[in-house]
Each structure stands twice: as C-alpha cells, then as structure tokens.
Nanobody, 123 residues
C-alpha cells in the first residue's frame, strides 16, 4: 500500500483545512486508518483513527471537537477535516494503516506511512 497525503498549507488561526490520504496499490477499505502529526522538535503524536467502515472514530483530546476523520472507501481515501485551527496545530500530518492491535496512540501499531503534508497555522 502506498499512501499519499495532501491538503496542507498555511492558514490563519481559526481557519480550516481538509487533508486527504489517498491509497494506491491496495484497497484501504479493509483497514482501519489513522492520522498522526509531528511538530518540529517533537515526537509524532496520535491525532485520529477511523475503523474500516467509518462507523467508529477516536480522537486525541487536543483535537476533539475541532477535527473530524472520515473516509470514502469508493475513492480509497481518508480525510481529516480540521476546523478552528490554532498555532499549536502546526505540524507535518501523516496518515497510516492500522497494522496491529494494541494502543491506538503508538506509532509502531501502524504501517505504510504516507510522506506527510505540512500544516502551518499563523497567529
């Protein structure tokens, strides 16, 4: 599976962006998917996760109520709608396939990481 994340950019605080993660090489419909982010000088952190059908989602406390993860299996794509963006949301955002059970917050439970897309929120 190859994952391509896009949709990042520069937005002012309070703005919105929608990130997309398109899969190729294999259908994503069988997999739960996750979004992570990594700010400069910090470790990669969990943002959101969605199950294979889209019926179940999980969010980091820091984004709950502002971000929404969704998927369109017909388009082999997972999305992250980000509203009310704040400067602390500035990071490179990555999508990945859930590869193993265990904590949804651990990066080593995910595989096939996309290349990431940069989100910069100005104050």
């Amino acid at each position: 599976v190859q994952l391509q994340a896009c949709g990042g950019g520069l937005v002012p605080a309070g703005g919105s962006l929608r990130l997309s993660c398109a899969g190729s090489g294999r259908t994503l419909s069988s997999y739960a998917m996750g979004w992570f982010r990594q700010a400069p000088g910090k470790e990669r952190e969990f943002v959101a996760r969605i199950n294979w059908s889209g019926s179940s989602t999980y969010y980091a406390d820091s984004v709950k109520g502002r971000f929404t993860i969704s998927r369109d299996n017909a388009k082999n794509t997972v999305y992250l709608q980000m509203n009310s963006l704040q400067p602390e949301d500035t990071a490179v955002y990555y999508c990945a396939v859930v590869a193993r059970g265990g904590s949804i917050y651990r990066t080593d439970n995910y595989d096939y990481w996309g290349q990431g897309t940069l989100v910069t929120v100005s104050s």
